[in-house]
């Protein structure tokens, strides 16, 4: 039986798909259901949202599913990183890596979280009007470069970090992407950025390297975790460049829309901004950072978890499969095909989801949503093995920035606006999403 799906077309299916990414594929999920066959450029692809199917593919069956060829594209950018590595290799870095991110470590960096947003805050001026986006990325975008290199991006680098990204979707979204020999104004573009941030990445660790060899101090952190597990090379010199680029790459856009898009959510709900000023006068009690308040399920976490649930910032993720495999619903996946994963679609399904249109963090009162469902039906940050390493990070550090605005800023935003997508490399609000503060 085959797989219920579009079987013709398939440049005119790559096509549309790069016109519009989640009205096609929105399109193909609501007619053929949480399973579909797409023919791509005579490709064979499925689009995945069945819980059990997830759970799968993510993790009952890893083994047989890599991260294939999509993100094999990213490896001009990313080298050889958590992200675009697989095996073995990825099993050892991975583990190492994993350690700079447990709750302690998180918890350590929660003072330097606050410390960048209170300092984002006080040059904010009333009155100016300010892209809600681009905003979010400023601040997420210093944390991530001080947490990992204690270096504040400056407006060029902050540029450098875009250009980066644009060009990740431009790879992906092309049908002949030019090679980077080709001299045009992208790719001149893109390469001068790399080399940017390629150049602080190298500086901040070359400093480090000669410390170490020098048998000098250095401080505990990222960067030294990195070089101290390795014996010193030139190849633990570009594994940790890797590394660093990674992290900034898969830790900034992510963080930034997921603020960007709890703020549109929010906006128009005094109840729960009510209860958000509530929680910020405990958290910052005497002007102090009580960080443990963070792990609990409070209504800052269950209202980012909603956020994310409605808008998850990865919002379709790839994987490849390397034998024939065959998924719940019977129909069998080929050795070579791609599934694209798409938490957007499975968190909005109202088979999984009582009224799952609606903005209600309170479905969050338990912590694991999976809990009492068959398969996975909540899955921001992947699943299994290869599920994100930053996402304690990620949430801590996403209601430290919501938390110190509720309580400092007030936010007009501009006019009602429609709530527009923009699909980047992730997904997030219309980028003319303007607002102006008062300062409380
Ligand atoms: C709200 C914020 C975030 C979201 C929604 C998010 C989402 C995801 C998702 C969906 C994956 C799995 C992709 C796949 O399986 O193909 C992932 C992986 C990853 N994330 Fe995140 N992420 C966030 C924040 C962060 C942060 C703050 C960091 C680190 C600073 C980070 C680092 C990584 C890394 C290194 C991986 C690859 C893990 C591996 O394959 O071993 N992420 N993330």
């Not at 805050?121 to 400023?138: D, F, W």
Request: proline content about 4%; glycine content about 4%.
């Amino acid at each position: 039986m085959k797989t219920p799906g579009i079987y013709t077309g398939p440049i005119k299916n790559f096509l549309n798909y790069r016109k519009n990414p989640l009205g096609f594929l929105k399109n193909i999920h609501d007619e053929f259901g949480s399973l579909a066959y797409i023919n791509f450029m005579n490709k064979d692809v499925f689009l995945v949202s069945d819980p059990e199917d997830i759970e799968h593919i993510l993790l009952k069956n890893s083994k047989n599913y890599l991260k294939g060829r999509t993100t094999k594209k990213l490896s001009s950018i990313l080298g050889k990183g958590l992200i675009t590595s697989e095996g073995e290799y990825w099993k050892k870095r991975n583990r190492l890596i994993r350690s700079s991110f447990t709750n302690k470590k998180v918890s350590q960096s929660s003072t330097l979280i606050l410390k960048v947003v209170e300092e984002w805050i006080r040059q904010l001026e009333e009155n100016k009007r300010y892209n809600l986006v681009e905003e979010m990325h400023k601040v997420s975008a210093e944390i991530i470069f001080k947490l990992l290199l204690q270096k504040k991006p400056n407006e060029s680098l902050f540029n450098d970090v875009k250009t980066l990204l644009d060009y990740i979707l431009y790879k992906t979204r092309s049908l002949f992407p030019l090679p980077l020999f080709v001299p045009t104004s992208r790719n001149r573009n893109f390469k001068q950025a790399l080399k940017n941030i390629d150049d602080l990445i190298y500086n901040s660790i070359d400093k480090r390297l000669e410390k170490l060899q020098n048998k000098e101090k250095i401080p505990k952190d990222f960067l030294s975790l990195l070089l101290n597990n390795e014996t010193l090379s030139d190849f633990s010199r570009i594994q940790a460049r890797d590394e660093v680029i990674t992290l900034i790459m898969a830790g900034h856009e992510t963080v930034a829309n997921t603020l960007a898009w709890t703020w549109v959510s929010i906006n128009e709900r005094k109840d729960l901004k009510d209860q958000l000023k509530e929680l910020s006068s405990v958290v910052f009690e005497k002007n102090t950072l009580k960080e443990e308040i963070l792990w609990d399920n409070n209504i800052a976490k269950k209202i980012i978890m909603e956020s994310m649930r409605m808008h998850p910032p990865v919002w379709v993720f790839m994987r490849e499969s390397i034998s024939e495999d065959i998924l719940r619903s019977k129909y069998k996946i080929p050795a070579g095909s791609t599934l694209v994963l798409a938490p957007y679609f499975t968190h909005r399904d109202k088979t999984y989801w009582k009224d799952s249109l609606e903005f209600n963090p309170e479905r969050f009162q338990k912590l694991n949503p999976n809990s009492d469902v068959q398969g996975i039906r909540y899955f921001p940050f992947g699943y299994g093995p290869r599920v994100c390493i930053g996402q304690s990070l990620a949430l801590v550090e996403s209601q430290i920035v919501l938390l110190k605005m509720i309580k400092n800023l007030e936010l007009i935003f501009e006019g009602k606006k429609k709530q527009e997508f923009n699909e980047g490399i992730t997904l997030s609000p219309a980028t003319n999403t303007f607002f102006r503060i008062k300062k409380i």
